[in-house]
């Protein structure tokens, strides 16, 4: 069993050239669009790589000009209840 994230925009879009380097460490877009923003290009493959040390998946689907969806998620296992049953006894 697995629970599944995803955050959605509408903002300008990723391109497919992007998307493909996108988790990679200290990439950053050459889209003129999101030079002004500030970083270093760790967010992503840092989080790419705690999802994947739980055992989960992380990606995104995005069309340039019309938004992305990041998603990512992670197993999950059924509690087990360790409360003591009456026996009656």
Do not use: C
């Not at 950053?28 to 989080?47: F, H, M, N, P, Y």
């Amino acid at each position: 069993m697995e629970v599944k994230v995803t955050i959605s925009d509408t903002g300008i879009g990723i391109s497919e050239a992007d998307q493909e380097k996108l988790f990679s460490k200290f990439y950053r877009s050459s889209d003129v669009r999101t030079k002004e923003q500030i970083g270093w290009g760790l967010g992503l493959a840092i989080t790419k790589s705690l999802v994947e040390l739980q055992g989960g998946k992380i990606g995104l689907e995005s069309e340039y000009g019309k938004g992305s969806s990041f998603y990512f998620t992670v197993p999950v296992m059924r509690a087990y209840n360790h409360e003591k049953k009456d026996t009656g006894s």
